[in-house]
């Protein structure tokens, strides 16, 4: 009997663990678990800590605390989000009673978060499985696994969350399970409104009956959730739903155009008693008004609508991932967490090395624009001024290259014929 070399049994073994997604998931959500114990998020001389530093936790922690003074989200102040995130904040916050502060408020909703990071994990090998076979999902999955983004992000804010509901909803669709994915994206849009832009691929990739069922229980149950909120109090509920679209440009070429060279943030935690501070802006306003850009990406996207050829499944997530770019393009505002949302969209459309180079270039420009550069405006009060305008400059349009650039791959490959099953 011939020997084995001897590499052959190393290398055989190496595949296997490879292979194993259980063991993946384990490493995955493992690493995380040590991360928020090792690295514990904290607040000394109100500076955030851990973690959570240069992110968003610090301030939603603010808002929650609120509910202490018995002040409660859409009833006694107003937020910029739907209302999902801050149910939970304020569930969190309330449930760890006397022993709550803001370390002890941070791991639990780390916890949280992670459970849904690990979702995303799932759902990115389910939907890389059916699209291009066993090996390249668990491959993405890998990838999704050791990309630095997701896992930044996870401690930032709760994007983690939105892209969840996103996947699950367009998993669900792939499975032609089309209540259920309408449930899911209903609940992705009360939680942010990006989730909702399934909507197209469901008119174009599906039947008309089943599209307009699928977006009635979708905003049924918006409208439902909505309901109570308004009929408590309209005033401090209304904001959510018009607050991000009313604020000044802000990270973008629009913004570039109008003269802000700032961050998109709302104001301080007192200014959200005051429901009229939703819409004061803080910036120049817009050149380039809002009608316009929507007007323009409405246009182009139904040239894309009436130009897809490609109605297999992979012609599908091609579709939601060019419809979620084409949204982002648009917005007067770039928010460096949304890159989190693109990430799984584009391994699933795209699962090659270029594809891979276009991420790790697309996070690198996103790090470096912020926190690297916005960490270097204390002394402006957060505007990029002097020397620092320039480097803004240039990484904005070259994130917005890269956007563009994704776009166009994506177009193309909605012009492709699918590729027959062998």
């Given amino acids: 009997m011939a020997k084995r070399p001897a590499g052959e049994s190393g290398d055989l073994k190496l595949t296997a663990l490879l292979a194993d997604f259980r063991l993946l998931l384990i490493l995955f959500v493992m690493l995380r678990v040590m991360m928020l114990l090792a ?3 904290y607040i000394i001389n109100d500076v955030e800590r851990g973690v959570g530093a240069q992110g968003d936790r610090a301030y939603h922690y603010a808002l929650s605390a609120l509910t202490a003074e018995g002040d409660w989200p859409f009833q006694d102040w107003w937020s910029e ?7 939970v904040t304020t569930a969190f916050y309330t449930l760890l009673g006397e022993n709550v502060n803001y370390s002890s408020w941070s791991l639990l909703l780390g916890f949280f978060m992670i459970a849904f990071d690990a979702g995303n994990l799932i759902l990115i090998r389910k939907i890389g499985t059916r699209l291009h076979g066993a090996g390249t999902g668990m491959s993405l999955a890998w990838i999704y696994a050791v990309l630095f983004a997701p896992l930044a992000f996870l401690w930032w804010n709760f994007e983690t969350l939105v892209t969840f509901w996103l996947l699950l909803g367009l998993w669900w669709l792939l499975q032609q399970h089309h209540t259920r994915s309408a449930v899911a994206v209903a609940v992705g849009a009360l939680t942010k409104f990006t989730p909702a832009l399934l909507f197209g691929a469901v008119f174009r990739f599906r039947d008309r009956p089943v599209a307009v069922r699928y977006v009635t229980i979708a905003m049924a149950i918006f409208v439902l959730a909505y309901v109570p909120l308004l009929a408590q109090n309209a005033e401090m509920t209304l904001p959510s739903l018009t607050a991000q679209f ?3 440009s802000y990270q973008t070429v629009w913004a570039l155009l109008d003269g802000n060279y700032r961050t998109g943030n709302f104001g ?12 004061v802006l803080t910036g120049n306003p817009a050149v380039i008004p809002g009608v316009v850009r929507l007007a323009l990406a409405a246009a182009i996207g139904l040239f894309v609508y009436a130009r897809t050829r490609r109605f297999d499944d992979r012609g599908l997530v091609a579709f939601v991932g060019i419809t979620l770019l084409i949204f982002f393009l648009q917005a007067q505002g770039w928010s460096s967490q949304w890159i989190v949302q693109i990430i799984p969209l584009v391994l699933l459309a795209f699962p090659t090395r270029n594809g891979v180079f276009a991420l790790v270039l697309l996070s690198l420009v996103t790090f470096a624009e912020y926190p690297f550069l916005f960490i270097r405006t204390g002394e402006t009060a957060g505007d990029i001024a002097g020397a620092l305008v320039t480097p803004f400059v240039v990484l904005v349009l070259a994130r917005t290259a890269i956007l563009l650039g994704l776009c166009v791959a994506l177009y193309q490959r909605l012009r492709q014929e699918p590729i027959p099953a062998s």
Wanted: charged fraction near 15%.
């Fill in 268 to 279: 301080d935690v007192a200014s959200h008693y005051d429901p009229a501070q939703a819409s």
């Fill in 246 to 248: 009313g604020k000044s």
């Fill in 39 to 41: 690295y514990e998020p």
């Fill in 81 to 87: 989000f739907p209302p999902v995130w801050y149910f």
